[in-house]
């Protein structure tokens, strides 16, 4: 079959095909009014980036062969190098291109074995994840009606127990998991799909389906903003660990805000005093509870906040794939209480591992009394546990700011103090400008760790001009400083609520 015959009347790629199994809706709004998605979200640029990554160290683990250049805007082009490898003899080709039954699929990795072809799908994930057995079993499809008989399927995926020392092996580094079994299975229902899609996207409207989970998994939809717009900020659906389908019942009556969920309807204790909060508009603070916490915490106290990245491939010796890397900390210091404060902090170069010198600076900055303030305390633990297994001669200093660790987060997570500004969640994102009027992370160039992450990665890539290295690094210094002062001014407020009794 010629490429330009593979290629007549194409209607779906494979990621298009996919997002119609999970929204018919999101199908018909991609091919048809894709104006209306959201813009991808700098973290959602950055997931791709690290799968790309990925993908190009998945060819060292079969090397040697043909990459198919053109890109998803250039298919016939694409199609017409396929075949031409293909007729050339090639046995490995990266990214073909190939159509068959309106399909269009770039497999990462064909394989010739005798008169037939293994399929390899590379993921940037350590597990096989149910919808990677759809996105295989379309693929195999494809294939084999387009003239590659396929002997095999395989999710090659990341190895979380490899640990990197010297290159990276991609041997090591990789999982194969064998799904032609699974592949195979799934075939017969290939085509009605492909013929229901068809009629979907020939259709003069989109078709009618409701919010749902669905919006969320197996992937976020681009087109939550537009189908979720007569949904308030704060609703029903932001109901403390409420299921989708009850908080839908409220919806379907028209309920759609926190406070006007009826008092009849069931909830949990929680979701109740969510409510109850939202209504008064006042906040519920138990007093006795929050008094016996903060009796605990011994000075002097160090506020302490790391920032973290974890990529898919460890960029230094001893680390294993998506391992937390702390590369910043910020430390408030108060060594009396109502005393002042002093503010310490670290950032790495980028050039490189962060950890010796972030070592250094907490053993240098936290003396061996008093308690090391956090917020989500658990996550600086993980970091300071990890960090004194990998640097023995640090250990047990670094031990003993981990059991010296006091969480901040604690009095809002078992709703010792809850407020109608926090809408039923305890992030300090939240809790900060509820209650410390005129603090807020609004308006900084770097506003949450995700965010923080992404801009140390771009400066490890050293591609930034010499200015915006400097813009990225001063906010990251302002982000992560911001983080412990928030904590220093929300035990400051608590402190005074029990003192206000």
Not at 249 to 267: C, E, Q, S, T
Not at 411 to 420: G, Q
Not at 421 to 449: D, H, N, S
């Amino acid at each position: 079959m010629s490429p330009a015959r593979q290629g007549a009347g194409l209607r779906l790629s494979k990621t298009q095909y996919l997002g119609g199994l999970q929204c018919e809706k999101a199908l018909w709004l991609h091919r048809h009014r894709r104006d209306l998605a959201s813009q991808p979200s700098p973290g959602l640029d950055a997931i791709f980036e690290q799968g790309a990554k990925v993908g190009r160290l998945a060819w060292r683990r079969f090397a040697g062969g043909t990459l198919i250049e053109a890109d998803h805007l250039h298919a016939q082009d694409a199609l017409a190098a396929t075949e031409a490898a293909k007729r050339g003899g090639a046995s490995i080709l990266y990214e073909a291109a190939v159509a068959h039954d309106g399909v269009l699929v770039r497999p990462d990795i064909l394989m010739r074995s005798g008169a037939s072809w293994d399929l390899v799908e590379v993921k940037s994930s350590t597990e096989v994840k149910e919808v990677y057995l759809e996105d295989v079993a379309i693929q195999r499809y494809a294939l084999n009606g387009a003239g590659f008989p396929i002997r095999k399927c395989f999710v090659m995926h990341v190895n979380n127990q490899y640990v990197r020392y010297g290159d990276i092996d991609p041997k090591e580094f990789f999982t194969l998991a064998d799904l032609t079994d699974a592949a195979k299975a799934l075939q017969k229902d290939i085509p009605a799909r492909l013929a229901r899609m068809g009629r979907i996207l020939a259709a003069p409207s989109a078709p009618c389906v409701g919010i749902g989970a669905h919006c969320k998994k197996p992937y976020p939809c681009p087109f939550i903003d537009h189908c979720w717009k007569r949904i308030p900020e704060y609703s029903v659906f932001d109901l403390t660990r409420i299921r989708h389908e009850k908080a839908a019942i409220l919806a379907d009556k028209g309920i759609l805000r926190v406070r006007d969920v009826p008092g009849d309807f069931p909830l949990t204790e929680a979701q109740e005093l969510q409510v109850s909060v939202e209504k008064s508009r006042k906040p519920r603070i138990d007093k006795k509870a929050l008094q016996k916490f903060l009796a605990e915490p011994v000075h002097p106290l160090y506020f302490l906040d790391f920032e973290t990245i974890w990529p898919a491939i460890p960029p230094y010796d001893g680390l294993s794939p998506f391992q937390q890397i702390p590369f910043q900390a910020s430390v408030h210091v108060q060594k009396a209480k109502d005393g002042p404060i002093e503010h310490f902090e670290y950032l790495g170069d980028a050039k490189s591992d962060p950890r010796p010198g972030l070592v250094e600076f907490l053993t240098s900055v936290i003396a061996s009394k008093g308690n090391v303030v956090a917020y989500n305390a658990a996550f600086e633990g993980r970091c300071l546990k990890a960090m004194a297994d990998a640097y023995p001669r640090s250990g047990a200093a670094l031990r003993s700011i981990k059991a010296r660790l006091w969480d901040l987060m604690i009095p809002f997570r078992d709703r010792l103090y809850v407020h109608p500004g926090f809408r039923g969640r305890y992030t300090i994102k939240l809790v900060l400008p509820a209650i410390v009027p005129g603090m807020t992370y609004k308006g900084l160039a770097i506003a949450e760790g995700g965010a923080a992450s992404i801009a140390y990665m771009n400066l490890m890539d050293g591609k930034l001009p010499q200015a915006e290295a400097k813009a990225t690094r001063d906010a990251l210094a302002e982000y992560c400083g911001q983080d412990t002062l928030a904590m220093v001014k929300v035990l400051e407020h608590l402190r005074r609520q029990i003192e206000d009794r």
